[in-house]
């Protein structure tokens, strides 16, 4: 039975091959716009196709082309998004090496444990209950929906809470992202302006 099958499939991948090849080349060509693209595409799409072995796909004597042109494109689609998430390796070279900043590090850790105590001390306070949204909501991947569903408040009321303890926190806590003291300094004298 799985050798009569598979002589079946031979025989209709040839004659997709001897009536349609041209056609497939054609519907590929017109997106690609290269041959080499094109003719990889269609060997690819003759190789699944035999592999598969699936009679869902037969249709008359060949098989379904509408299928064998969605196969093409979505293919030729996905083959354009792995190219450009990937970058060659000889343009990463070519960039310089930056410099270990241990200062920038420094602040950055300095910032994020003034952020903890600042946080501790918060929820030990009047406001607990804002401190204690903002931490949920920070510290973890819920959104603002997911947060309000969860505790059952509003989300207004989730963000507004988190906002006013953000507020908090950048008027107690110096900014560490900001490149050196004087740009702390002159942004210090235009808030007191």
């Known amino acids: 039975m799985r050798e009569k099958s598979n ?15 041209k056609w497939l080349y054609s519907v590929i060509y017109k997106l690609s716009k290269n041959d080499i693209i094109s003719e990889d595409l269609i060997q690819e799409l003759y190789v699944y196709l035999l592999e598969r072995n699936d009679e869902n796909l037969y249709y008359k004597d060949s098989f379904n082309l509408q299928y064998c042109r ?22 990463t070279y070519d960039e310089e090496e930056e410099i270990y900043d241990r200062e920038y590090d420094e602040r950055l850790d300095k910032a994020y444990v003034a952020l903890l105590n600042e946080l501790e001390q918060m929820k030990r ?69």
């Open 7 to 21: 002589n079946e499939n031979s025989k209709r991948l040839e004659i997709l091959f001897r009536n349609h090849h």
């Open 70 to 91: 969605s196969f093409l494109i979505s293919r030729y689609y996905n083959l354009i998004k792995v190219d450009n998430r990937t970058l060659p390796l000889f343009d």
């Open 125 to 193: 306070d009047k406001g607990w209950s804002s401190a204690k949204l903002f931490e949920l909501y920070w510290f973890s991947n819920m959104t603002f929906d997911k947060l309000s569903s969860e505790i059952g408040i509003s989300k207004s009321t989730a963000f507004l809470n988190v906002r006013k303890v953000k507020q908090k926190l950048q008027s107690k806590i110096q900014n560490p992202f900001k490149q050196n003291d004087k740009e702390r300094d002159s942004d210090d004298e235009r808030e007191a302006i």
